[in-house]
Nanobody
Framework: QVQLVESGGGLVQPGGSLRLSCAVSGMLFSISPMGWYRQAPGKQRELVAGITSGGNTNYADSVKGRFTISRDNAKNMVYLQMNSLKPEDTAVYYC????????????WGQGTQVTVSS
């Protein structure tokens, strides 16, 4: 049973920081490339950061230099450190296996809401 539990979101002012966490169970996390996705109302879900099982990372241009993705394979956890937040970062953030995240039938957790507003 795949379980993806995101946490750490909240309301923050522009320029502020948040650290999101994702606890994964029911899958072989240690060999799974993981990603953080976000979805704003009326917009499609987009991949903002990815990390391979070995720790190599990639980022969407919109967040490069501001966000950092990391993982702890011993704890089955993936994190997203978000700095210099902007109002356009406002969205529900989800984690998932990158092999599944682009599929229309992918399983998604509840996500965690990030709101950037003054």
């Amino acid at each position: 049973q795949v379980q993806l539990v995101e946490s750490g979101g909240g309301l923050v002012q522009p320029g502020g920081s948040l650290r999101l966490s994702c606890a994964v169970s029911g899958m072989l996390f240690s060999i799974s490339p993981m990603g953080w996705y976000r979805q704003a109302p009326g917009k499609q879900r987009e991949l903002v950061a990815g990390i391979t099982s070995g720790g190599n990372t990639n980022y969407a241009d919109s967040v490069k230099g501001r966000f950092t993705i990391s993982r702890d394979n011993a704890k089955n956890m993936v994190y997203l450190q978000m700095n210099s937040l902007k109002p356009e970062d406002t969205a529900v953030y989800y984690c998932n296996d990158k092999r599944w995240g682009g599929r229309p039938d992918a399983y998604w957790g509840q996500g965690t809401q990030v709101t950037v507003s003054s």
